[in-house]
């Protein structure tokens, strides 16, 4: 458990100082006039949207689980969605999240390649959704990136995170179209791990190869189903997945008008969404630091310069610090999965 709480204590570290330095660079004598006029009804709005869009996410996972004839109760999915939200927002690119999604699912009876086959599914739509609207996005923000002298580093930055993640759906969709070279790789990389670690482990390897022909047979004929049977199922997961991200997306502007500024609610949501695959390729956990130092860059663009610093930290509280305290509450009070989360930070 050290080693989790290490990575806690960083993610929350950077994220801290981050958030107090932007406030002291753009904090002035117009700031605490302007947060005494804070509209407290707008704030509680912008909460209940992403609170909203966790529970869509639970929705989500159910549907697909139902199109693959598995049924989970939307207070379980839920349940699953914000627990993974703690490990992934204490991990890099919130690379964690996933496979604790993956691991819970199969706790419900799930098999291990059906239950992966639902969470890549959800990270396939999230990114076709963000990356066919980055170009959008770009347009929408270009006169605002220009005059602010960020264009080169913005286009380098995004550059590098859509290449990443392109590479990593095309990893996943040769594997998917090719199963026998899956299966050669896959048996390649057991037999490799099992050399290094030693002749005891070695035993293991006909019991290893087993199971991993039987996941990813389920995994394969997972995604066969989703493209038939399922494909009801699929369209709902992407209609879910525009919705959730709308009511994300929608917590800025929100919190924008309880801060009485005047905005244009495109810029706004172009803004994060840009942001959104610069914080993908974030080493730091959680994004600590990128995400506020890219938010207070993006918000200057139509935030008030004395309430830079509040709306980054108020968008930040609501976005990460709300999925940390819920998502630990839940994984470690509620679905009591501790074990699974030490040897996660092992």
């Avoid at 139902?66 to 699953?80: D, M, P, R």
């Avoid at 627990?83 to 799930?110: C, Q, W, Y």
């Avoid at 859509?162 to 899956?182: A, D, V």
């Amino acid at each position: 458990m050290n080693k989790l709480k290490k990575w806690v204590l960083i993610s929350i570290f950077l994220s801290l100082i981050s958030g107090a330095l932007v406030i002291a660079l753009t904090f002035d004598s117009s700031t605490l006039e302007a947060i005494s006029q804070i509209k407290h009804e707008y704030i509680i709005l912008a909460l209940f949207l992403h609170m909203f869009s966790l529970f869509i996410q639970g929705i989500r996972i159910k549907t697909m689980c139902e199109a693959l004839a598995y049924n989970i109760s939307v207070k379980e999915a839920t349940k699953i969605v914000t627990s993974s939200m703690f490990v992934a927002a204490i991990t890099p690119a919130a690379v964690g999240g996933e496979p604790l999604r993956i691991h819970l699912l199969n706790r419900k009876d799930i098999p291990l390649g059906k239950a992966t086959a639902v969470i890549l599914g959800e990270r396939l739509m999230d990114a076709m959704l963000i990356l066919s609207l980055a170009p959008v996005s770009l347009y929408i923000m270009r006169d605002f990136l220009r005059s602010g002298g960020v264009n080169a580093g913005i286009d380098a930055a995004l550059m590098i995170g859509e290449i990443f993640l392109l590479f990593l759906f095309s990893i996943l969709i040769y594997g998917l179209w090719k199963p026998k070279q899956t299966h050669k790789v896959m048996y390649f990389l057991v037999h490799h791990f099992a050399k290094i670690l030693g002749k005891k482990k070695e035993k293991m390897l006909p019991n290893i190869l087993e199971r991993v022909d039987t996941e990813l047979e389920h995994l394969h004929d997972s995604v066969a189903i989703f493209l038939k049977e399922g494909r009801r199922g699929l369209f709902l997961g992407f209609f879910l997945t525009f919705l959730l991200w709308v009511l994300d997306f929608s917590v800025l502007p929100v919190l924008l008008l309880g801060l009485n500024q005047n905005f244009q609610p495109l810029v706004a949501y172009a803004s994060q969404i840009i942001l959104m695959i610069i914080m993908v390729v974030s080493i730091t956990p959680g994004a600590g630091g990128v995400a506020e130092v890219g938010a207070s860059t993006f918000f200057s663009f139509f935030v008030g310069s004395s309430l830079i610093g509040i709306a980054v930290v108020s968008w930040r509280a609501i976005t990460f610090y709300i999925n940390l305290a819920v998502g630990g509450f839940v994984s470690l009070k509620i679905i009591n999965d501790t074990d699974y989360i030490k040897r996660l930070f092992k």
